[in-house]
């Protein structure tokens, strides 16, 4: 893996993170754990990518069609992992 695409696949997990946040809300503690949970599936899904020998969507040597699948599927589990449940009366 070259820095360039080391970096470029940073960005994009960094996008992905971002606009899962903005699109679902919430404080600046949930932006850190959606970034770090996005970060987690993308280098994750780009590894299983690489492992299973997938070829969809790759930039250089970025797996990216299954990093943003990796991506997607751990930003949705951590949703759903870490939503907070509303107060009692």
Do not use: N
């Not at 754990?33 to 997938?54: E, K, M, Q």
């Not at 930039?59 to 589990?77: D, E, M, N, Q």
């Amino acid at each position: 893996m070259t820095l360039p695409a080391f970096l470029f696949g940073v960005l994009v997990s960094t996008c992905l993170g971002a606009v899962f946040h903005l699109w679902k809300g919430g404080s600046f503690t949930t932006l850190l754990l959606d970034l770090l949970v996005s970060w987690l599936g993308f280098w994750l899904g780009h590894f299983a990518g690489v492992s299973a020998g997938l070829a969809i969507g790759t930039v250089g040597p970025l797996r990216l069609g299954s990093a943003i699948v990796g991506g997607i599927i751990f930003l949705s589990l951590g949703y759903w992992l870490f939503q907070e449940e509303p107060a009692k009366k």
